[in-house]
């Protein structure tokens, strides 16, 4: 009898756990058969997991349904290698990322320290061009893979689509080590990096 009551209590505890965190909205589901009728259609098969596509992409969507998450691509068009492949994917995620901020950035910096007397621009670009490479350094080891598709061009070849999430924090965080880093190269780049880390923190 005292087993049964405990079987009963657990259920019920299981039975009043909120779903909705762990469930797409019916446009969601929507758009997710759209989009994975689309990849079937135009040859993707999922790489590098057990999972379906569908089910891969339904968990990614359940994954972006946070605030906090950030939806990075990367491709790679073409290559015989499949281990080349990620790789190539990989680095198109980290200079996607690293562009997605990168005239708003810029813009922004530039147009405040101008009137600065200390502001060269030519030496602006290359703390900036410092910058971003630093960036796609740091956000590396941020990127979480999701998902990968694969198909077959039928010329020997492959190509290759890789989602990844990185957290805003953890992104946050990754910038601020790549103006770190930057900054170490001159005088002039820890003025600059100090434009920079404002504007992030505003």
């Given at each position: ?173 990754a910038r601020m080590r790549a103006i770190e880093q930057a900054a170490k190269e001159s005088v002039a780049a820890q003025i600059y990096a100090k434009g920079i880390e404002k504007y992030l923190n505003e």
């Amino acid at each position: 009898m005292k087993k049964i009551i405990m079987f009963l209590m657990a259920a019920f505890m299981l039975s009043v756990i909120p779903a909705t965190a762990q469930e797409l909205s019916k446009s969601e589901k929507k758009s997710m058969k759209a989009k994975v009728k689309e990849y079937k259609k135009q040859g993707w098969q999922i790489f590098g997991s057990t999972n379906t596509i569908d089910l891969a992409l339904e968990k990614h969507m359940i994954k972006m349904q946070s605030e906090d998450a950030i939806e990075v691509p990367g491709t790679a068009s073409s290559f015989k290698s499949k281990n080349v492949g990620k790789q190539m994917a990989l680095n198109s995620a980290m200079t996607y990322y690293a562009s997605m901020m990168d005239s708003e950035i810029k813009g922004k910096v530039v147009s405040d320290m101008q009137g600065d007397g200390e502001f060269s621009e030519t030496e602006f670009e290359k703390f900036y061009a410092a910058f971003k490479r630093s960036v796609q350094t740091t956000i590396k080891d941020e990127l979480k893979e999701s998902f990968s598709i694969i198909r077959d061009k039928g010329n020997g070849t492959y190509e290759m689509q890789s989602f990844y999430i990185v957290d805003k924090k953890a992104a946050s965080k990754a910038r601020m080590r790549a103006i770190e880093q930057a900054a170490k190269e001159s005088v002039a780049a820890q003025i600059y990096a100090k434009g920079i880390e404002k504007y992030l923190n505003e």
